[in-house]
């Protein structure tokens, strides 16, 4: 069984910085293979993919995050990461990990909360 595992969120001045990681568990997951992604669910609004990254680390963004997160990979520890700066109120929301295609199970999410 996959299990993905997102974690540092938290509460942040708009502004500020956060650096997410999500950490893809079981063997044989074929994760450096994987184009990964970091979507995000707002309160009342449908999950969006916000950033990608592919197996040879072309990255892609949406517009609304473009040259503020920067989506990185260690494929190494089958890790994600999704650094994140010049936060915004208008992002927050509970950020998740997955392969973009072929999702795994999704995990629980990090929660993160930018102050006005």
């Known amino acids: 069984q996959v299990q993905l595992v997102e974690s540092g969120g938290g509460l942040v001045q708009a502004g500020g910085s956060l650096r997410l990681s999500c950490t893809v568990s079981?063997?044989?997951?074929?994760?450096?293979?994987?184009?990964m992604g970091w979507y995000r669910q707002a309160p009342g609004k449908q999950r969006e993919l916000v950033a990608s990254?592919?197996?040879?680390?072309?990255?892609n963004y949406v517009e609304s995050v473009k040259g503020r997160f920067t989506i990185s990979r260690d494929n190494a520890k089958n890790t994600a990461y999704l650094q994140m700066n010049s936060l915004k109120p208008e992002d927050t929301a509970v950020y998740y990990c997955?392969?973009?295609?072929?999702?795994?199970?999704w995990g629980q999410g990090t929660q993160v909360i930018v102050s006005s």
């Open positions: 990254v592919t197996a040879n680390g072309t990255t």
């Open positions: 079981a063997s044989g997951t074929s994760f450096s293979m994987r184009r």
């Open positions: 997955n392969a973009v295609i072929f999702n795994w199970p």
